[in-house]
């Protein structure tokens, strides 16, 4: 049985992609933080340690629990990412 594949789209674009890793007071975060025409100004973050990612804009950050849920990680990791990517963002 052969069944047409139905896209929402299927677009390419260029991006800028960010690789950079620090180390907080207790964790290592190796991010790539990628940078499109997509998503309304946020950016996509990727921890790549940990294998998930994030579309995250100055809105959430300032959300209360969006990294720790996203990133899965304590409120002290959090706190040390967020600030990171209040400089970034």
Do not use: C, N, P
């Not at 180390?23 to 973050?45: E, F, H, N, P």
């Amino acid at each position: 049985m052969t069944e047409e594949r139905f896209f929402l789209y299927d677009e390419q674009e260029q991006a800028d992609i960010r690789y950079v890793s620090f180390m907080g007071q207790d964790s290592r975060y190796d991010l790539a933080v990628i940078t499109t025409d997509r998503y309304y100004g946020k950016k996509v973050v990727m921890d790549l340690q940990g294998s998930r990612f994030a579309i995250i804009g100055e809105d959430d950050l300032k959300e209360d629990g969006y990294l720790e849920h996203a990133f899965h990680l304590t409120e002290i990791e959090a706190e040390e990412l967020r600030e990171f990517l209040f400089e970034v963002l």
